[in-house]
């Protein structure tokens, strides 16, 4: 669901703002894990990472999705506005409206 121009969006998803504990991401109010996060061994590498350092970055990320979701419905009817100012380049900015309304779809469609 794309709403522009909104102060409150309704998702599917567990509401954030999520936090990790080690690997584990969970709500703000501490209830039932959402997710834990995991790092596969790449063969290509000689040296391994450390795997479990890596599945607790790879948490962090996936806890700030709900603010990161909320942070570009929030910005999105700035950039809108700033499409048509005659300060920048023709097309650039319409280019950054259509990557964030493209990352709100991936992220829509991931929560």
């Keep these: 669901m794309l709403i522009t121009n909104?102060?409150?969006?309704?998702h599917a998803h567990?509401?954030?703002?999520?936090h990790t504990q080690g690997?584990?991401?969970v709500p703000a109010d501490n209830g039932p894990?959402?997710?834990?996060?995991?790092a596969l061994k790449a063969p290509s590498l000689?040296?391994?990472?450390?795997?479990?350092?890596?599945?607790q970055v790879n948490?962090?990320?996936?806890?700030?999705?709900?603010?990161?979701?909320?942070?570009?419905?929030?910005?999105l009817p700035i950039v809108e506005d700033a499409c048509e100012d005659p300060c920048y380049k023709?097309?650039?900015i319409s280019g950054i409206e259509r990557?964030?309304?493209?990352?709100?779809?991936?992220?829509e469609r991931t929560l």
Excluded: C, E
Excluded at 59 to 75: G, I, Q, S
């Design 59 to 75: 948490a962090r990320l996936m806890a700030a999705a709900p603010d990161m979701l909320h942070l570009l419905y929030t910005v």
């Design 33 to 38: 894990s959402i997710g834990s996060a995991v």
């Design 90 to 92: 023709p097309g650039y």
């Design 6 to 10: 909104a102060t409150t969006v309704t």
């Design 46 to 55: 000689k040296k391994q990472p450390d795997f479990d350092a890596v599945a």
């Design 23 to 25: 690997r584990y991401i």
């Design 99 to 107: 990557q964030i309304r493209t990352l709100i779809d991936n992220l």
């Design 14 to 18: 567990t509401p954030g703002p999520w």
